[in-house]
Structures are given as C-alpha cells and as structure tokens.
C-alpha cells in the first residue's frame, strides 16, 4: 500500500500478545476501528503469505489481569453502554431484558436471545452487559466473543493441541457472550464444541447471551440439539427504529460531534434513512465530511447532494437494482453475475455486488447467498471482506463501489 496509507494506519498497531492462533493487536481509539474495518482482512492474507502459524488477528489487549479484558476476543467498545442505548419502540424489550440480565446473571432469563437484522443494537446490548459487569462486578469471569471469533480460535486451538486451554477459556465463566451465531451453522465440529460448552456452563449455572440475525427456528442448517437449547430461555426481537428514534439517535450523534446543523435537516435525514442505525450513522457521517471538506452548512441541500432520495415506485427490487447497475458498470450480464464462473471480471463484480445488498439492505447472509447463486453465508461473508479490504488500498475500486452506490440510492435510470 502506499507510504503515507501505511504510516497513518498500520504503523501505529502495536502487537499485544499472540495466543491460541490469534494475534492480538491494540491501536489509539481514533485508528482502530478504520483499521480493523479495512485492514484486518490484508493482515489475514499477510500472516498466511508468510507462513505464520498465526491464523487470525484481533483488535483487542491481551495478557489483562481484567477478567473482562483478558476474555474478551474483541476490545470492548466503552460507548456500548445501558445509558448510550437509545430506547425506541423496536427495542425497548430486548433493552429491558438485556439490563435485567446484566443486574442478575442467570436469574432473569438463561439464556437471553436477541435477534433481528444487522445494524440495530444486539452487539450494543451483548458489549453493555459486559461493561455493566465490569463495573459493578469486576470479579465474575465474563467473555465476550463472535461466533467467528470462536470458531478460529477452536480451529486454531485443534491444530497447536490447544484444546485444554481453549476449554477452560470457554467454559471456566461467569457470563459468555456470544455475537452472531448464525455463523455456526454448517460447521459441524465448532457446532459440537458449541453444544458442549453450552452445556458446560448451563448446568453450572452460569448466564449465556447469545445474538443472531433470526429466531432459532430459522437457523435450519443448525443442529436441532442447538436450536432447542437456545429457547430455552427469553428471545427478545429487535426491531427497525421508528421515525421518532432514529430522530434522538442522529440529535445524539450531532451533539456529541459538535457539529450546528440547519432547519429540519436531520428529520429530512431520518426519513431518507429507516433501515438501521449503523445506515443512519454512517449517512450522517458523510454529510458531516463533505460538509467539512466543502466548508458548506450541515443543510437539507447537501442531504439533497449526499443522500439522494431513493424512489419508491420502482417496480424492481432493490437487489434487482444492485445486480443490474453492478452488471452493467462491469459490463457483464445479470446470469454471469450470479452464476459459478471464477473469471476474474465476474467474480469481483460478485463480490461488488454482494458488499451492497449487504450494506443496503437488510437480508441476512444466507439470505443473501441465496440471491447470488445459492451461495452458503461463509462465501457471502468472504465476499464483504475482500471489497472491504481492496477499498482500503484500490482509490479506483472505492471510487466505483461509491458511484454505484449513489446510484442505487438516486434510482435514476441511467448507466453506473
């Protein structure tokens, strides 16, 4: 990549520690979360060009004498917390479930289940708990991890005979916490390890959290055994924020940014955005840049200019739209899009293509997968994280990735 690239943001990380097939490595608040979103994937691919038995890294601090740090997979996010949560109509019951949780491990409700699509508070609610039992009770072992998380640390566990202590990581808790574990279906032994070690902590009493993008009925690849184990306790949906929340969330944003904005700019904003709060805080975010980089007032005509409105009276769907403005800037056909050929042009418009539905909808990987030829959430997930990877060092693939974006929002009829 180039000097300057590097130098800003690589060259601040720092490695922790290297554990169990992870390299942990920490950075500032303000180059972590650019770096883990655009460059983990290159280190990844980094570490496996070097033949390192390394097979995974983590933006986290390793080697704490804090339960909290040295179980956490991932650094927790210090803004996760109950009081940073905005209450709206969609999640006021999954809010109230998962403060219960955090104020009596394992007597409110074992295990709590969160679901609903991605971008509307579960990993919030999943890191608050944590925080919360940091605070008020530093000494209960407490581990928060994805379900990708726990699938490379087992795998990585297996192949340096690791297994005891990856183990007693997993199950010698208080309280485990586990993100998106949709991601477990169709890995048979990380499935059976998962099996094992809910067990291992129910029957001992200990409080398991779990989030996913579907209730357990519809994780069907997933072993029956799982699924039942996990209603046996409280699922909670987390719905899209109404008009209303999505109002207090950007009023929060601004205010906490500092930043004046003109007339009804931010109710225009709320109404352009209503799929998620991680769509309408990264819209909001890129008002504020263009409005920095132009030295214009944060007003509802550079919304206008940024966020254009997307029409409603298409007759298409919108992943028929993305396929089509995708196919055509790579000027391939929809079939060649979706279809099994590894020729370099279509699959990086695959790619392309599977990076927007997934940022500009709100299906689910499998889901999905299912749109683009049948492919399983693994592939999907692959797909997000290479375009996410090259357009933190191709200008020339960001630069596309934007123009179809603004497109497929615009809805206008013309070429990408």
């Known amino acids: 990549m180039p000097p300057s690239t590097f130098q800003l943001w690589l060259e601040p990380l720092k490695v922790s520690e290297a554990r169990a097939g992870v390299l942990y490595l920490s950075a500032p608040d303000n180059i972590r979360a650019w770096a883990e979103r655009r460059y983990t994937g290159l280190i990844r691919e980094a570490l496996r060009a070097g033949g390192s038995e390394l097979v995974d890294v983590s933006f986290a601090e390793g080697g704490s004498d804090n339960p909290i740090g040295a179980g956490a997979d991932l650094d927790l996010n210090v803004n996760y917390t109950f009081d940073r949560f905005v209450i709206g109509e969609g999640n006021r019951v999954a809010h109230a479930a998962a403060l219960a949780v955090a104020e009596a491990p394992s007597e409110a409700y074992n295990p709590l289940f969160l679901h609903g699509p991605p971008g509307l508070g579960k990993t919030h609610l999943l890191v608050a708990i944590a925080n919360y039992l940091a605070a008020s009770a530093p000494t209960l072992g407490v581990r928060y991890a994805t379900a990708e998380r726990f699938t ?11 297994a005891e202590e990856f183990k007693r990581r997993y199950r010698d808790l208080d309280v485990l ?3 998106d574990v949709q991601f477990l279906e169709g890995k048979r032994h990380t499935e059976d390890e998962f099996f094992h070690t809910f067990n291992a902590l ?3 009493g200990s409080q398991i959290v779990l ?3 579907r209730i357990p009925s519809e994780l069907s690849t997933l072993e029956t055994r799982l699924r039942d184990r996990f209603e046996w306790g409280l699922t909670v949906a987390v719905e899209p924020p109404n008009l209303a929340t999505r109002l207090t969330v950007l009023r929060r944003l601004v205010r906490e940014a500092g930043v004046d904005t003109e007339g009804d700019v931010l109710t225009e904003l709320a109404r352009r955005i209503d799929a998620n709060v991680r769509q309408l805080h990264g819209a909001l975010t890129r008002v504020i840049a263009h409005a920095s980089l132009t030295a214009k007032p ?3 005509e550079l919304v206008d200019a ?7 009276s298409r007759e298409t769907s919108p992943v028929e739209e993305i396929q089509h403005r995708v196919s055509a800037a790579f000027g391939i056909s929809p079939a060649e899009l979706v279809g099994s050929t590894r020729a370099a042009t279509p699959l990086r418009a695959r790619q392309v293509a599977i990076y927007l539905t997934r940022e500009l909808t709100d299906l689910s990987l499998p889901q999905i997968g299912r749109l683009y030829g049948g492919r399983d959430h693994s592939t999907v997930l692959n ?9 933190g060092e191709d200008t020339q693939l960001a630069a596309r990735v934007e123009q179809l974006r603004s497109a497929i929002h615009n ?4 070429s990408a």
């Open 211 to 213: 989030s996913a993008d």
């Open 298 to 300: 944060v007003s509802t």
């Open 411 to 414: 809805g206008s009829t013309g």
């Open 177 to 179: 916490l586990v993100d």
């Open 383 to 391: 797909s997000i994280r290479r375009i996410e990877a090259r357009c």
């Open 202 to 204: 129910y029957e001992g």
């Open 152 to 162: 490379n640390e087992f795998v990585a566990a297996l192949r340096t005979q690791g």
């Open 306 to 312: 940024v966020i254009p409105k997307v029409s409603r």
